[in-house]
Nanobody
Framework: QVRLVESGGGLVQAGGSLRLSCAAS????????MGWFRQAPGQEREFVAG????????YYTDSVKGRFTISRDNAKNTVYLQMNSLKPEDTAVYYC???????????????WGRGTWVTVSS
């Protein structure tokens, strides 16, 4: 089992920044690809960003490219999502996930956190 706990969400004005963190415990963190997903009210959960086990490969959904950066610190068992130039449409619950590879479908990820709210005001 891998336990994931997100933090860092909150309320920010459009154009502002937030950094989300996801702390992992349980099985060796460095064995897993890590991802961030988000779910807005009334919407399906969608892939935002993913990072390979070593941090050498990253992937982003088009809507966040150039604004969000995913990174990981395997020594701290933590993955981060730096979010800059935030827009009201980024408002959602953000979830951290762990899996064997980076993939867009939510069904391919093995472990999930409980999420952290991000609200961007206009």
């Amino acid at each position: 089992q891998v336990r994931l706990v997100e933090s860092g969400g909150g309320l920010v004005q459009a154009g502002g920044s937030l950094r989300l963190s996801c702390a992992a415990s349980g099985r060796p963190f460095s064995r897993y690809a890590m991802g961030w997903f988000r779910q807005a009210p009334g919407q399906e959960r969608e892939f935002v960003a993913g990072i390979g086990w070593s941090g050498g490969s990253t992937y982003y959904t088009d809507s966040v490219k150039g604004r969000f950066t995913i990174s990981r610190d395997n020594a701290k068992n933590t993955v981060y999502l730096q979010m800059n130039s935030l827009k009201p449409e980024d408002t959602a619950v953000y979830y951290c996930a762990a899996g064997t590879s980076i993939a867009v479908p939510t069904t391919t990820w093995d472990y999930w956190g409980r999420g952290t709210w991000v609200t961007v005001s206009s």
